[in-house]
């Protein structure tokens, strides 16, 4: 079934940096490179607006390069909010002062992104090119806690770091970090020349992952283009309520079915790491673009190829997109950095519904679930009815909610708060 949703789009503002990362995805120029050719401000507020008139429950995430250098971040951030959007932004947290932290925040950013790639300063401020860039990060956490802007860590896995997965969890808990998202490096722009992880750290770096979403309750942790996730939590347990949560939408590849990346020059393309495009919103509409794109058709409809088009885990994983595609092979082409070998065995089906009957929602309860942002319903919609079930319980009522909520927030969510259309 073609699958059209738009739940996430990132936008690159720009591709200047005042770091120079081993890592960077958008090969991102030094602070003093002048940018050509970028979307003006004007060019990504209509961009907004044709997001907000076909798909008005999006996130929106507003990134680089850095975005912070873009003196216009506030304006989008605001025309985003009074469009009912929600704005987060993706930063490596150096640029982020207080005073920049108030102004986002009263712009309607909704939360940041902040990348934190070792807990040793030194190792950090290697990986990121620049000496003291780890002091200037750790700043801005301390910014965000102060005037309770949300937060997410983000941690870029290699060999190098991966022993620091459940350090990286427990400093984001100790911080108050709302999300722990850790990627998994695609070898494109300037990680062509960085060691990926090994093949048998990324099998224990998954695992560990799943370990850790269940030691660490207030928090979500999640890997980030890594769809052998689903594999892997299948092969632990195919009971799971981690299997019953997600499904097909939630840990697996999104590119072209659920989310797309808009360059700094107005290319369209499946994600951040597939550089192919697939069209340019200068050039026509982004729903056009969006709709009727050959590449985005093909993502939703997948036929793959070699080992990830004979394996049993296909429709869970399906590989990712973009490492064919980094290796010089076709968009369908197996992923070779996956270890697995298929067993010739039946094609395993997502548990994109469960059983619920018997199961119902209280009025109360189903009006609370609507007021939650269309992003994260689904999600929230099935972790809800996996947890009454194992309560033992038939009403879903507003306190079960909360109870869930409390787990994973505590009483601060986003969009409980004043002027984003929830509770006061």
Known sequence: MTV????IIAINLTRRCNLACDHCYL?????????????????????????????????VVLTGGEPLIRTDLETICAHGKSLGLMIVIGSNGALLTERRVIALKQAGAMGIGISVDSL??????????????????????????????????HFS?????????????????MSAA???????????????????????????????????????????IRPRCAPYFKRVAWQLDPESALNRISGNDG???????????????????????IEQTVGNIR????????????????????????????????????????????????????????????QNGRVIEPITRFDTAGLSW???????????????????????ESYVLDLGEKIITVEHMQQLSARRFGNNLPWKRPGFGGES
């Open 178 to 220: 709302r999300v722990v998202n850790f990627f998994f490096i695609i070898c494109t722009g300037r990680a062509e020349s960085v060691g990926n992880i090994s093949a048998l750290n990324y099998e224990a770096s998954l695992k560990k992952i799943i370990e850790l979403q269940q030691k660490y309750q207030k928090l979500i």
């Open 283 to 342: 050039q026509q509409e982004f729903q056009k673009i969006w709709s009727s794109a050959d590449d985005f058709l093909a993502l939703r409809n997948p036929r793959l190829k070699g080992k990830c088009g004979a394996c049993e885990f296909q429709k869970l994983c399906g590989g990712c997109r973009a490492r064919p595609l980094a290796s010089g092979h076709g968009l369908m082409d197996e992923d070779r950095s996956c270890a697995y070998v298929p």
């Open 362 to 384: 209280s009025d109360a309860a189903s009006a609370k679930l609507q007021r939650i942002p269309g992003f994260i319903r689904a999600m929230i919609r099935t972790r809800t």
């Open 27 to 59: 090969d991102a120029h030094s602070l003093t490179t002048p940018s050509a050719d970028e979307l003006t401000t004007a060019e990504v507020n209509q961009l907004l607006d044709q997001i907000a008139q076909h798909h008005a429950e999006t996130l």
């Open 120 to 153: 040793d300063p030194e190792r950090h401020d290697r990986f990121r090119g620049k000496p003291g860039s780890w002091q200037k990060t750790m700043n801005a956490i301390e910014n965000c806690r102060k005037h309770q802007l949300d937060f997410q860590i």
């Open 157 to 173: 896995i290699t060999d190098d770091n991966q022993h620091e997965i459940e350090d990286i969890v427990n400093f984001a808990e």
């Open 4 to 7: 059209d949703k738009l739940q």
């Open 251 to 273: 840990d697996g590849c999104i590119a072209g079915t659920h989310y797309c990346r808009i360059t700094p020059e107005g290319d369209v393309t499946a994600c951040p790491y």
